[in-house]
């Protein structure tokens, strides 16, 4: 079984967040380019699998807030039926929970869906993938397979509900650190009218991905953590990271001395929203300074 506890923002409070890891079959999409999460799902997960998974979690750990993964929408019904997700509604609700968050592509976003949430006691937030506010990065460079539009779509109908979350992926392949950032910055700016918070993804090189294969040919570096560090300091929303392999050669990392309290930082701050948090100074900071500089004059990628 895949669950933990860890601490998450709730009403301006710090709670324990159950977090749960469900067998299904994995994303109906499954073409992003920088994902291998369908590849490693069981394609023979049963919904009475799924289901014995949650219940044992739910009966072994406990905590204001249950988070749900799955590996791809949460309200896909070919990975996860109405019914199995109206008996974990009901067990959830059963256990105390006060919110559960769930992930979902915004073509599963539906007047049943909708119907489905409001019948529910706890509070629901949805996390949408959208990485980028920017149609052409996202199609050409992620392969999302949905427009902006439809996110906004999607997240008008929720948030008649529930609470949305927006998925920003810094550094797609194919773009410079620099305009990575500022990518980043436009989408938090485009997107706040219609998510209650954003949570900022660090790209992590996973297996047998096309990311993968630019970066073993030397072509693509994951994110510096300074230039999430710099992103979270000049945010007006709430903003939330957790850096997914930080400090590791195939994560976000900076110069390997000071990435863990960096990492640390950037997680006190998803916890408090409080900027003062950062105080971590290292050289390297000077490294990732020039790199960008170096971007902007040669247009070609620069490695560490």
């Known amino acids: 079984m895949r669950a933990w506890v860890e601490k998450e923002r709730f009403d301006g409070d710090i709670v324990d967040c159950l977090t749960v890891i469900l067998p299904t079959r994995g994303c109906s999409w499954d073409s992003c380019y920088m994902c291998s999460y369908s590849s490693d799902s069981p394609r023979d997960a049963t919904q009475e699998k799924i289901l014995a998974e949650l219940f ?4 072994r750990k406990s905590g204001q807030i249950i988070k749900i993964f799955t590996s791809g929408s949460f309200f896909d019904s070919r990975e996860i039926e109405k019914e199995t997700r109206q008996k974990i509604f009901k ?10 968050i769930v992930e979902s592509r915004p073509e ?6 909708v119907k489905e949430i409001s019948l529910l006691d706890v509070e629901v ?3 949408i993938g959208l990485e980028t506010s920017n149609d052409v990065y996202r199609a050409e460079l992620i392969n999302k397979g949905f427009t902006f539009q439809d996110f906004v779509e999607a997240s008008k109908m929720l948030r008649e509900v529930a609470r949305v979350k927006a998925y920003l992926l810094l550094k797609p392949p194919l773009l410079t650190e620099k305009e990575s950032i500022e990518d980043i910055l436009k989408s938090l700016n485009d997107v706040k009218r219609f998510a209650d918070i954003v949570s900022l993804n660090l790209m992590t090189i996973h297996s047998k991905t096309p990311v993968e294969s630019l970066y073993l040919r030397g072509l693509y570096r994951p ?4 230039s999430a560090v710099e992103i979270l300091k000049k945010s007006d929303t709430e903003i939330i990271c957790d850096p997914v392999a930080g400090g590791k050669k195939r994560g976000p990392h900076n110069c390997f001395r000071c990435d863990r309290d960096v990492v640390r930082e950037i997680r006190e701050f998803s916890l408090t929203q409080k900027k003062n948090v950062f105080e971590r100074e290292c050289e390297c900071i000077e490294r990732w300074r020039l790199s960008l500089n170096a971007e902007q004059l040669t247009g070609s990628f620069i490695f560490s």
């Open 56 to 59: 044992r979690a739910v009966e």
């Open 91 to 100: 067990k959830i609700q059963e256990k105390g929970f006060r919110k559960i």
């Open 108 to 113: 599963f976003i539906t007047e049943e869906t």
């Open 125 to 127: 937030e949805v996390g």
């Open 223 to 226: 994110p510096w953590l300074w």
